[in-house]
């Protein structure tokens, strides 16, 4: 690997990366034309800065942010004294109107680059709070001798460590505004070498921390998580092993449920299960799914990748019958109860892995009046592939990766014969380059 040339150098910035990065070409003997593409960290389109290199590849090259000399217009003063460190966040220096309209623009580039699709409409962004929203995560912990203290949080840019930090404003304040206390927790146990990461989940009333442990914790480190539990009413599990090897420690029976107001449905789940990070703004996009959708009480509606439930029992209080798939059999375990515990008889859940051959299942050759879809980041173009589309009136794709959603979307427009009626940016996490988004498509 070449040797990094550390010298500062000023830049004029031309352009946003899809990861929040500044875009600049500079000049380079080797790359004819414009100049070598250079992503610098810290720096938005319109602004001169110096940076400074940090990476060197052979078709681009990355850099930091020293200084900024001509400011855009949109960047604002960071609320967080941990950005540009913490990797948690990667655009806390852009006015927060703007960022959505960033994370709109990678979408329909996206759509255009990679599906060859244009939609029809495109619906207004979907926003909620900008701080205080994530009700779910993991921090990572690590000793460090030379720093004599336990750090916990997010990765800092540089992956390979732990952010040094004492507070964080994405997450809910009841955890965020507690991480140093988290720190000092730790660094207080005989195991403290052994405790790799703590995950959060948080419910209407009870917040859940779920704390592994590499090595069997003392007597004395078990009493000290259990006062902490008890002095900041959280819940507290332990995980010795896998995910099955999670269990309670204080109290021994604790209720993690969010409801779905509008729709009168509580969704009960476990500290490990996935739920949408931002609570408002799950809201607002299963009520814009379900608008979407047009779902009429008698119709027959399949809703694929459907965890806990959160998109199939709002839709079963307007559809006829609600089919939903999951690929975690435990998921689909909690969605039955979940069912159950909200009195709906209308549903009815499966287990299977939506990227294998599905031709053995029944649900399959159903049929269907309506099509929901919330995939993981890789998409869900194997079961697409596999499924009949006839008889479907409408398909909504809500999406958390725009490069899938684009190449689903192309599928379905040019070799389906399904045309994109509409699509739109949601904003499920402030302040990064997650791009969150919902489709809608119907036959030609």
């Known amino acids: 690997m070449a040797r990094l040339d550390l010298t500062p150098f000023e830049i004029t910035v031309t352009d946003l990366t899809h990861d929040g990065r500044g875009v600049a070409r500079r000049p380079d003997p080797k790359v004819p034309g414009a100049g070598k593409a250079i992503f610098i960290a810290g720096a938005l389109p319109g602004e001169t800065v110096i940076a400074q290199q940090t990476a060197r590849h052979k078709s681009f090259d990355e850099a930091r942010t020293l ?63 900008a701080w205080g929203y994530r009700r779910k995560g993991r921090f990572s912990v690590r000793r460090v001798e030379k720093k004599d203290k336990t750090l916990v949080g997010f990765r800092e840019q540089d992956p390979r460590f732990v952010a040094d930090i004492s507070e964080c404003h994405t997450v809910i304040p009841q955890i965020g505004m507690k991480v140093a206390a988290l720190s000092a927790l730790v660094d207080g ?104 959708l047009d779902v009429q009480p008698g119709d027959r509606v399949l809703d694929l990748f459907c965890g806990l439930g959160n998109f199939t029992l709002p839709l079963a209080r307007t559809a006829g019958e609600v089919v939903g798939v ?57 079961v697409l592939k596999q499924l009949s589309l006839d008889g479907l009136k409408c398909i909504v794709y809500v999406s958390c990766h725009p490069a899938s959603l684009a190449r689903d979307a192309g599928y379905l ?22 791009v969150e988004s919902i489709a809608m498509f119907e036959p030609r």
């Open 413 to 434: 427009v040019n070799e389906r014969g399904w045309k994109l009626k509409a699509v739109g940016v949601m904003d499920m996490f402030p302040h990064t380059a997650h």
């Open 326 to 382: 999951e690929g975690d059999a435990g998921l689909i375990r909690r969605a039955r109860e979940n069912a159950t515990h909200n009195h709906l008889s209308n549903v009815d859940f499966h287990a299977a892995d939506l990227a294998q051959d599905l031709s053995s299942h029944a649900w399959m050759r159903a049929g269907f009046d309506r099509l929901l879809l919330d995939p993981p980041r890789s998409g869900a173009d194997v």
């Open 189 to 292: 146990m005989d195991g403290r070498r052994d405790i790799p990461q703590i995950e959060f989940i948080a419910g209407d009333d009870t917040i859940a921390l779920v704390f592994r442990h590499l090595q069997p914790l003392s007597p004395r480190d078990m009493q000290a998580l259990e006062d902490f539990a008890k002095e900041h009413q959280f819940a507290v599990y332990l995980q010795p092993g896998g995910i099955d090897s999670v269990h309670a420690l204080w109290p021994h029976q604790a209720k993690l449920a969010f409801t779905l107001p509008t729709w009168e449905i509580e969704l009960l789940f476990r500290p490990l299960d996935f739920i949408q990070v931002n609570a408002g703004l799950n809201q607002t996009m299963i009520a814009k799914a379900i608008e979407l």
């Open 67 to 129: 200084e900024v000399l001509v400011a855009a217009p949109e960047r604002v003063t960071a609320r967080c004294p941990h950005f540009g460190v913490c990797g948690g966040c990667a655009l806390q220096h852009l006015d927060e109107g703007r960022q959505i309209h960033a994370k709109q623009r990678v979408l329909m580039e996206n759509l255009e680059r990679i599906g060859h699709v244009t939609p029809e409409t495109v619906l207004p962004p979907m926003v909620d709070a």
